[in-house]
Every structure is written in C-alpha cells, then in structure tokens.
C-alpha cells in the first residue's frame, strides 16, 4: 500500500524535514486529501484529476524536490566569511556614525583604518569577495527540479480527462562523486583571491595615508619656513634702512631685502598649492570634501630595522597580497583542473520519478527512469582538461612573475630608503649648522660694516635652501619608507617607526 500524504507528513518530523514549511502545511490539510479522491467519468468510466497523485506527491517531493543538504563548506570558508561580516559591518557601522574629526596629530594608521571602512574602491573590493563566498554555496546546490506533464490521444481538446493516457514527473540530475565540492572549490579559491585583492586595496591606502600625510608635514613645514624668513628679510631690510639713513649703506641694500621678502611670499604660493593637494589626497581617502580642514601632521623619520633584502623576500612570500593572490590563482587553477578531470571522468546520474494514469480505467502505474551521460567519448571534454592544465601553468608562471617583481622592489625601495637616510643625516649633521653659522657671521659682519649686504642675502638664501631641502628630505625619506613597507606587505612589521612631531 502507498503511503499517502498525511502519512508522510506525519512521518518526517519539522525538525529534520527537509521539505518548506508551506509544502508539510498542504500535505497535513484535509482539503488536499478530498482533493485527490476520484470522481464518476462518462460512459461509467472513472476519471481521477491531475491533482490525484497523492503518493506521487509524497514520494517524489521527498525524493526529489526536497531541498538537498549542502555538501561541506571547504577549509577556511568560516574564518573568512567571519573576517568579511565583520568588515560589512565596520562598513555599515562606519555609515550610520558619518563622519567624525581625527585625532591630533594625524596618524596615518588611523587614517587607513578609517578609510577602509569609508572609502568607496575599499567597499566595492570588500563586495567581490562577499560576491565570491555566496558564489561556493551556489556551487554546492543541485540543478533545478524538473517538472513534466504528458497526456496522449486528446479526444476532445483541450479537456485533459478525455485523454488516453496523463503523466506526471519530476526529474533532477545529481552530478556524481565529489563533483560539486570540486567545483566550489575552485570558486572559494576565486574569493581567497578577491579576498588578497582587497588587502592589497587597503595596503594601498595605507601607503597613500602615510605619503600624503608626509607631502602635507612638509609642505605646512616649509610655509613656516618662508614666513620665516619673509620675517628675517624685513629685520634685514630695516637694518639696511637705518644704515643707509647713517650712510653706512646705499639705498640698493634696501631694495635686495625687499625683493628677497616677495621672492619668498612668491614661493609660498606653490607651498600653499602643496599643501592642499596633499589635504584633498588625506580627505579623499577618507571619502570627505576634499578641502575639510585637517590637523598637524605626524611624520615617521628613521629607526628602521637593519633587515636584508633576502629577509624582507622571506617576509614578502607570506604577506605582500600581490604574492598571496598569485597563490590563490593558482590553487584555483588546480582547483578547477581537478573539477575538469572529474568531468571527464564521472557521469552525471539523471533521476525521474513519474506517475502514469489512464483516467478512463485502472491501468495507472509508477515509472521511474535513471539517465547517465558519457563523458568519456567527448573530444570536447579532452579539450576542457588541456585548457584548465594551461590555465594551470598560466598561473604558476605569474606566481613566479610576481614573486620576481617583488624581489625588484624591494631591492630598488631598499636602495631608495638608503639614499634618503643619507641625504636626511647629510642636511641635519653638516649643511644645516653650517648655514645657520653662514648667516649669523654674514649678519654680524654686516652690521659692523666688515662685509656687504649682498653676502648677507647670499646666507640668507643658502639657510633657507638648506632647511627646505632638509625637509623635503625627511618627507621623501616617508614617502621611501611607506614603499618598502607596501613591497614587503607586512605594515609595521619590519622596522620600528619614530614619530617625529614638528
């Protein structure tokens, strides 16, 4: 005896029915139950409605449009899935607070971390990993469920109960062995690599952070600077004044301090221009109106590890993302040649389950039917497996271009860090003081009339090229710093940072 549709219901417990709420609810009613029964046909015939199958319905929507468990999520999926919630909601949390002043003076760190929940090319690549991991669960389904309905030999058209013969089946393919964990595989490696990808966006702006915070450190430095000495060039110049009003001075000594003061104001136009691009750059990382007015700048110096370049590679293998998303590429490579292989080799089982019924007799019976392609006679398989084995060498190439151009840059930047540190002692250990010396003997020997007024501007000017370059230096030693930083990929992890405040 078939079971029926109250049985079934009753049989499968809602705590581990895998069928919806909505389809036990009908298969419970009473009024499904009368709606199956038969009814009188012409010519003392019985005709039972498309809608009779109550054991068609309880077998085959257990068996086959039961939503299917999920085979196991692949390693790691958890953890990341954890790490990106919780980034959406730093992002959606970020959202509702809008925005909020910084802290003084700027701490570039502080700056990234904001940013990564604010600026927009960090969101949109925290998206396409989210996108990727909801990706591996659609791998991990079944194809859809098919429905067919087949009636024969219409004698009257279009009602159905004349028909000699109704059928109705349900169908569903069931990719066989592991197949589908293959596949999502391959797909959670696609979402490890977006995943790469994103860190890389954030080392960016964390790079960014630090170079736009030293353009701005040394721009507002170097405006003090001129107004520095826009000041001394008006002290000189009434120096001068007063002399040429004893006659000890001409009048053209006046006029060279004059022209020294707007040389300067003239200089401090440019810094000025600096000075905001470098804001624009700090508020556009944090997704603000690009002239929101910012605090002093905080700017790392020196103190920096001794490590060697071969240490700094080690370093870089596992931490620069570019290296970290090769590798992903790459196991998704082999992933996906995996779930080629399997293609080829393993058929895909088709199941139906019907019901046929002649609605003027008895003779209704089930019908079951199993269906499995061949793959193994596919020239078109063959062709799969040999574009996903040179798919696999495509990527393990670049993991090894990757892996090379890394070793350049962190040869050049280290190279570049050198060169800045050099030139950062040259200017505060010998040309600083010595120009400093330069003016103070120039000034004294002028007012007590032992030299001219030219070698004065002379000095003057040659402190104020040195103390602008100085600057300029300890702003590009940053700037060095930040790039070795992002070629290695281990922020704050391969040398102490000094902060120096000015």
């Known amino acids: 005896m078939l079971p029926t549709p109250v049985s079934v219901a009753r049989y499968v417990a809602p705590g581990h029915c895998l069928l919806p709420a909505e389809t036990r609810e009908v298969l419970r009613s009473n009024s499904f139950s009368r709606s199956i029964r038969a009814r009188p046909g012409p010519k003392g015939t019985t005709v039972r409605p498309i809608r009779f199958a109550s054991s068609l319905v309880s077998i085959s929507l257990l068996l086959l449009a039961a939503r299917p468990l999920a085979a196991g999520l692949p390693a790691g999926y958890a953890e990341l899935d954890t790490r990106v919630r919780d980034a959406l909601a730093a992002v959606e949390a970020a959202s509702r607070a809008g925005a909020e002043p910084l802290a003084s ?131 000189l110049a009434e120096v001068a004044r007063v002399r040429y009003a004893t006659g000890l001075a001409i009048q053209q000594d006046v006029l060279k301090a004059q022209v020294e003061a707007a040389r300067y104001e003239n200089e401090r136009l440019a810094m000025e221009r600096m000075e905001g691009v470098a804001r624009a750059m700090l508020n556009q990382l944090l997704a603000r109106p690009g002239d929101t007015p910012l605090p002093p700048a905080a700017v790392p110096a020196t103190a920096r590890s001794s490590a060697t370049a ?86 393990r190439r670049r993991l090894d271009a990757v892996r090379n151009r890394t070793s350049f840059l962190i040869h050049e930047a280290l190279l570049r860090v050198s060169e800045a540190e050099r030139s950062v002692s040259l200017f505060a250990e010998r040309l600083l003081p010595q120009a400093r010396q330069t003016l103070d003997s120039a000034r004294a020997n002028y007012e007590t009339n032992q030299t001219d007024f030219l070698t004065v501007v002379d000095a003057q000017r040659s402190l104020e090229e040195s103390s602008m370059a100085h600057v300029r230096a300890v702003a590009d030693l940053a700037r060095r710093l930040a790039e070795l930083e992002r070629a290695v990929g281990a922020p704050g992890g391969v040398w102490a940072v000094q902060e120096v405040r000015r």
């Open 105 to 235: 003076p700027l701490d570039p760190r502080l700056i990234a971390r904001t940013a990564a929940a604010k600026n927009p090319e960090a969101i949109e690549a925290l998206t396409r990993v989210r996108k990727g991991l909801i990706a591996v669960r659609k791998e991990l389904g079944l194809p859809d469920v098919s429905v067919s309905v087949e009636a024969s030999d219409f004698t009257r058209v279009p009602e159905f109960d004349s028909a000699q013969g109704n059928m109705l089946a349900l169908s569903r393919v069931f990719p066989l062995g592991d197949k589908l964990s293959r596949r999502a595989q391959a797909v959670f490696h696609g979402a490890r690599r977006a995943f790469h990808e994103y860190e890389a966006v954030l080392q960016d702006m964390l790079r960014d952070a630090r170079v736009a915070a030293a353009e701005l450190y040394s721009s507002r430095r170097q405006l003090q600077i001129l107004d520095e000495n826009i000041a001394l060039s008006m002290q």
């Open 310 to 395: 071969a240490e700094l590679e080690a370093i870089a293998q596992g931490s620069r993302p570019e290296i970290l998303a090769a590798a992903a590429a790459l196991a998704q490579a082999e992933a996906e040649l995996g779930a080629t292989t399997a293609d080829r080799s393993r058929p895909d089982l088709e199941g139906q389950v019907g019901y046929m019924e002649n609605p003027r007799g008895d003779s209704s019976a089930w019908q079951a039917m199993v269906k499995i392609n061949m793959p193994w006679f596919s020239a078109r398989r063959d062709s799969e497996v040999a574009e996903a084995v040179a798919g696999k060498e495509g990527e």
